[in-house]
């Protein structure tokens, strides 16, 4: 089996490239490394961007996959609070490329949690309403939409894969996030407890949640990289086009994180509490019910401790991530 997987430089598409690899699967990654890095993926790699539809096209033709999975996207709320254009751009363009060169291909898709917007449940599931309320969503949503309706239209099925809040590292320590700038709670609260940053800041404690602090459901990478081949498997041997959420369905507060951090370190998180971050629902946690059911994905890493336990070993091994 031979697969396209895109932005595979990056946190997750480096971990499901990797992934996917271990089953025997031909990786062919494209990467542009603006965000990803050479040092998480060491199979083959085309330096090619996406948005440069001539070349894409140039590159794709007379080659041929069972299915693509599409990582490479900007994935940062804040800023695509700030930069829309830019977002549209890079987060629907290269679909738009991609779908046109690879009219029939079972496309894979990295979707969030972020498409539903403000969360109506406790538990979110695939069919709750779709108001996306940042550019980041919304953009994604836009992508997925694309897919169904090439879907409908008979040109190849499609797999979006909503995450939650994907965190850890390769058990090992080898592979791990490394964004720069770094933004999320995880790879941070690790830096502040090793006093490698001043004092992480939580964003808000007046919350409706029970120590006041924004709840999330943090899921593996290996355990997305894992979904991932099972929507490939699932399309790729003629199932339908489908949605599914990925979380664990536990969700934690940012002090509950802080915690586990500071048991993975050996000592405390310094921390200072600040406003609420513009665009950060109370509660996200998810219902994963379907990925188990249609898939038979079931996530391994379930303890969050455990999870924290993989972001540390990978800091400790690498405290400035990647060389890149
Ligand atoms: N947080 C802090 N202080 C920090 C950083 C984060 O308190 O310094 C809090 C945030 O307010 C939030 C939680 O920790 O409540 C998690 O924040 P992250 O930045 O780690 O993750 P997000 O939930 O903002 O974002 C993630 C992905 C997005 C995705 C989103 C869906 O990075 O791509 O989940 O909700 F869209």
């Known amino acids: 089996m031979k697969v396209l997987v895109t932005g595979g430089c990056g946190y997750i598409g480096s971990a499901t490239a990797r992934w996917l690899r271990s089953k025997g699967v031909d990786v062919q990654v494209i990467d542009n490394l603006s965000e990803g890095h050479r040092q998480a993926w060491d199979g083959p790699l085309e330096i090619l961007d996406l948005l440069d539809r001539d070349l894409l096209h140039t590159y794709l033709k007379g080659k041929s996959f069972d299915g693509v999975v599409h990582f490479a996207a900007r994935c940062y709320v804040g800023e695509s609070v700030e930069q829309p254009e830019r977002y549209w751009r890079s987060n629907v363009v290269p679909v738009i490329h991609l779908t046109e060169a690879l009219q029939g291909v079972p496309f894979v898709f ?84 090793l006093g490698e940053r001043p004092p992480m800041t939580i964003f808000g404690t007046d919350y409706p949640t029970p120590d006041g602090t924004c709840i999330r459901d943090y899921i593996h990478v290996d355990d997305l990289a894992a979904a991932h081949e099972k929507a490939l498997d699932c399309l790729i041997t003629g199932g339908d086009s489908g949605y599914w959420n990925l979380g664990t369905g536990n969700g934690f507060s940012v002090r509950q994180i802080m915690d586990a951090v500071g048991h993975a370190v050996g000592q405390p998180v310094p921390f200072k509490e600040g406003p609420r971050r513009v665009g950060d629902p109370a509660i996200l946690v998810a219902n994963s019910a379907k990925a188990k059911a249609e898939l038979g994905w079931v996530p391994h890493y379930t303890d969050v401790n455990e999870l924290v336990a993989t972001a540390v070993a990978w800091h400790r091994a690498h405290p400035s991530g990647y060389a890149s």
């Open 110 to 193: 990295s979707s969030t949690c972020a498409t539903y917007g403000e969360p109506q449940a406790e538990y979110l599931q695939e069919d709750h309403p779709q108001f996306p309320v940042n550019p980041y969503g919304a953009t994604k949503l836009a992508a997925e939409r694309l897919l169904l309706d090439r879907s409908a239209a008979g040109h190849g099925t499609c797999g979006l894969l909503r995450y939650f809040n994907a965190a850890g590292a390769a058990p090992g320590g080898d592979f791990g996030e490394h964004h720069d700038p770094e933004t999320h709670l995880i790879p941070l609260a690790i830096d502040a407890a």
